[in-house]
Structure formats: C-alpha cells, structure tokens
Nanobody, 127 residues
C-alpha cells in the first residue's frame, strides 16, 4: 500500500508565497508520476500541476502558470509545489497524488489517472 503525505499548507495574504511538499512511500525503483490537485468549496477537483518521474516534464493549469512551480527530488517519489503571487482564488484544499507504472518522461494530469491520494492540506489566501 502506497501512502501519500502532504505538508506545508496554511494561511497567507494575497501576494504571498507558500511551499507544499509531498512524499509517496513507494519504492524508489518504482516509477511514479506525481501531481497536485485542488478543490475549493462547491467546486470540482481540478488539476494544478504534474511532473514526470524523470522530473524533466511538467504540466501546469492555465490559472497557475507562471506563479507555481512543481519540482521533484531526483530519483525520489517526493515533490514540492512552490506557490508565489497567491490570489484569493487559490484558496482550496490541495491534494497530492501518485500514479504508478508511468514512463520516465510521461506526465499525467487528470484526476482519473491517479490511484494514490494524500489526505489534503488547506491553503487559505486572504485578500
């Protein structure tokens, strides 16, 4: 059983920054694609950012492109999400997810592509 654990959420004023971290308790030899999703009250879960196992390929939603950066610890199932220039509309519960059996450069960004999910961490941005 793979466990996914997020950390780093919190409250910040608009324009501020937060850094989220996520670790999947998977064997390091196993290739896992990883991603961040978020869900605001009354809204569907949406993709935020995703990264390939190699770390060389990434995906960002249009709403966060240029403000958020996803990165991966080399050869580890650990990822970070650096969030800058935060806006009130970024307020949501952020979930990290892991997907097994990916090709090295493959990026998966749809929620249905992911089987292993963390419990979520709250990010609140006040204006």
């Amino acid at each position: 059983q793979v466990q996914v654990v997020e950390s780093g959420g919190g409250s910040v004023q608009a324009g501020g920054s937060l850094r989220l971290s996520c670790a999947a308790s998977a064997p390091t030899f196993a290739r896992y694609g990883m991603a961040w999703f978020r869900q605001a009250p009354g809204k569907e879960r949406e993709s935020v950012a995703a990264i390939s196992w190699s770390g060389g390929n990434t995906f960002y939603s249009e709403s966060v492109k240029g403000r958020f950066t996803i990165s991966r610890v080399s050869n580890r199932n650990t990822v970070h999400l650096q969030m800058n220039s935060l806006k009130s509309e970024d307020t949501a519960v952020y979930y990290c997810a892991a997907s097994s059996g990916v090709r090295s450069a493959e990026v998966r960004f749809k929620p249905d592509d992911y089987y292993y999910w963390g419990q979520g961490t709250q990010v609140t941005v006040s204006s």
